[in-house]
């Protein structure tokens, strides 16, 4: 009996589609690639990108279950099977934007929930976790292809952080022979990847640089009375000015010095961290968002000043971030000598960036390659990450 993969291995390229839904919470990226080959001779091609945006109360609900005191098994099992069923209408509406009858392969991060990277008592034992829902069954049934999930739980069973995932996709295609280049990610959380000029796997470095856009969309929500979600392009940032004091205590922050690898989440910069930075002082809410805009880029230009072997040639910024002219400016002002760029830049999608690696990823788990980073994650080994549901 021949391997239900075998058709798909003897082909010369394969459709995948990439499902990205991040710690921001604002809904799903889904992104149809071609991709050809894997492993060091992986090709990919952007062919379509849809993006499918949560209704307000699948956010609220979101972020409720995010913060750890909210929802129980009945809870996750109907957020779950919610989830399972919005990605699989992120795809129906992708093919039908790109007018495509049928694919080959899904990779679906799915919505993390709660993702515990340090050693936590439980039952008498010392144990670390993550969590990410949204059935992927469901995908599996309407489009009738392999879908790959659950990235991040088989890192950590080799004692790896379970994040940050994108590194190796991002060492198979954006490493030069000439420079040191710095991948940077600002979604909910900031991460950052170091691909030293020539660099092989082993030399990759990745981690989490502190929040994104995570504190910032929770200041501008805040400052319009819930009516918008994120500072679109920075404006009302723009708007405040940066508190010094304010600023110098959130750069004490222990995370920030805590030696790689490492990574963080919704559970250490969430809801607390914004209302402590609220109960600072009486200043007015721009000016605390025009800070935490500036904190985001500081937290960055400290983690390559920290930890980078050597300040990068370029970094290249991608996730919601990106479209905020506020942070990029105060970034390129944070790092005079590094040249700041976007993904646009060179000529690539900052919204579909980490959506294609979910793709990437899947494809190398379909081939039985190692797909994670243990110089990045702190593992002992590569693995395979990734559970396939046929």
Known sequence: MKHPFCALWEQPSRLVVGLM??????????????????????????????FQPFDEPTRQRILAVCGGDVGGS??????????????????????????????????CHGQTVYHIPEQTPYLGESLRGTLQIGDPSYLAEEFGCPVVSDFRIRDMAAGGLGAPLVPYTEFL???????DVALQNIGGIGNVTLLPAGCDLEDVTAFDT???????????????????GYDDSGRLAASGKVIPELLEHMLEDPYLAKQPPKTTGREYY??????????????????????????TAESIALSLRRFAPRMPARLVVGGGGSRNPTLLRFLQDALPECRVQTQEDLG???DAKE?????????????GVCNNAPSATGARHGVVMGRINL
Do not use: W
């Open 270 to 295: 969430g809801k607390d961290y914004v209302q402590s930075l609220l109960a600072f002082g009486d200043y007015p809410l721009a000016d605390v968002l025009a800070t935490a805009t500036r904190f």
């Open 355 to 367: 959506a294609v690696a979910f793709a990437l990823l899947a494809n190398e788990a379909l081939f």
């Open 74 to 107: 009945r809870e996750l099992c109907l957020l779950g099977t919610h989830l399972g069923k919005l990605y699989a209408q992120a795809v129906r509406n992708l093919l039908s934007q790109t007018g495509t009858p049928k694919i080959d392969l899904i990779g």
């Open 21 to 50: 839904s991040g710690t921001s919470a604002d809904g799903v990226d889904a992104v149809l690639t071609r991709i050809t080959g894997f492993g060091r001779n992986t090709k990919v091609e952007q062919l379509g990108f849809f």
């Open 348 to 350: 690539l999608d900052s």
């Open 210 to 228: 502190g929040p994104g856009n995570m504190v910032m969309d929770a200041l501008a929500a805040k400052l319009t009375d819930g009516r918008l």
């Open 173 to 179: 295609l954006y490493r030069s022979e000439t420079e």
